[in-house]
């Protein structure tokens, strides 16, 4: 089982910028499709991101489309959330995780799992 470490939360205002990054641990990675969630206070953990275990395809939820951009690294075994235009309604604590299935906006899907970074967005 590969083990996920996000680091890059923080407090930014609205309308500024983060990068968010994963470390994964394990000769798998490259053959993970990896995804970001997102959860915030009082509400469900919810998808942000996708990516192939290639980088070949990506996918984003409708919230978070042409602001943020999912990336990896297979050989330095990362994988990395830049976040632009964020907005009060980005705050949430952030997950990195990874699948052996296809890629999926479907967090039970997913079977290994980050600690989380905090997102803090002020207005």
């Known amino acids: 089982q590969v083990q996920l470490v996000e680091s890059g939360g923080g407090l930014v205002q609205a309308g500024g910028s983060l990068r968010l990054s994963c470390a994964a641990s394990?000769?798998?990675?490259?053959?993970?499709?990896m995804g970001w969630f997102r959860q915030a206070p009082g509400k469900e953990r919810e998808f942000v991101a996708a990516?192939?275990?290639?980088?070949?395809?990506?996918y984003y939820a409708d919230s978070v489309k042409g602001r943020f951009t999912i990336s990896r690294d297979n050989a330095e075994n990362t994988v990395a959330l830049r976040m632009n235009s964020l907005k009060p309604e980005d705050t949430a604590v952030y997950y990195c995780?990874?699948?052996?299935?296809?890629?999926?906006?479907?967090?039970?899907?997913?079977?290994?799992w980050g600690q989380g970074t905090q997102v803090t967005v002020s207005s």
């Open positions: 995780a990874a699948t052996r299935f296809a890629s999926s906006s479907v967090a039970k899907n997913y079977g290994s």
């Open positions: 990516i192939t275990w290639s980088g070949g395809s990506t």
């Open positions: 394990g000769r798998t990675f490259s053959t993970l499709n």
